[in-house]
């Protein structure tokens, strides 16, 4: 039987932090978790954790991470592709085809499909798309007591009002994309003030 693996990726949007993708082989079973697969978007906290120790316990899966620095300098599409190679390159055992949320290409060298929403129709990517989510999530909070005052924890780096504020008060950390507008513009204005 081939192995494909869904691959998905998540933090594309972020003034800060990484962008993480997963590559998820599932097991040829009939458990009651994979029932419950779904987009990590649709899904609680709760239910993400739990279904990412699911996954992690019952399937082949691999994360890639790229820094906001490579988002940068490669531009985040190329750094989303980048991710997603990582994260497949990580499986313990090579997959024999992809099936790629989005329009989103891999450079791995294997047959592959992309799925415009494939987070919604295809269980593999729900479960790229959840264990990145929860990794990332994870990381963003610990890096909310790394860098206090922007709301990491709670935004996930994702350009709030008052995430927003933080960076004109507080000015960019090296967790930020300094290309993206909103982080470049609070930059200049700081520099302006002083």
Request: glycine share 10%; charged share 20%; aromatic share 6%.
């Amino acid at each position: 039987m081939a192995r494909v693996a869904g691959v998905d990726e998540v933090g594309r949007g972020p003034l800060a932090g990484p962008v993480v993708a997963g590559a998820v082989v599932l097991p040829d079973s009939r458990a009651m978790w994979l029932s419950r697969l779904r987009d990590s978007k649709l899904l609680g906290a709760p239910a993400r954790e739990e279904l990412s120790a699911s996954i992690r316990d019952h399937a082949d899966w691999g994360l890639g991470f790229v820094s906001p620095q490579v988002v940068d300098q490669l531009g985040i599409v190329w750094a989303t592709r980048l991710a997603m190679r990582q994260a497949v390159l990580a499986l313990h055992e090579p997959p024999d085809a992809l099936i790629v949320d989005g329009r989103e290409v891999v450079d791995a060298g294997l047959p592959q499909q992309a799925v415009t929403g494939g987070d919604a129709l295809c269980m593999s990517v729900a479960a790229a798309s959840i264990v990145a989510k929860v990794a990332r999530d994870a990381l963003m909070e610990r890096f909310d007591v790394e860098f206090p005052g922007f709301g990491f924890a709670g935004n996930k780096g994702y350009g709030t009002p008052e995430h927003k504020a933080a960076l004109l008060r507080l000015g960019p950390t090296t967790l930020h994309r300094l290309t993206w507008t909103p982080v470049f513009e609070a930059a200049r204005a700081r520099a302006l003030a002083s």
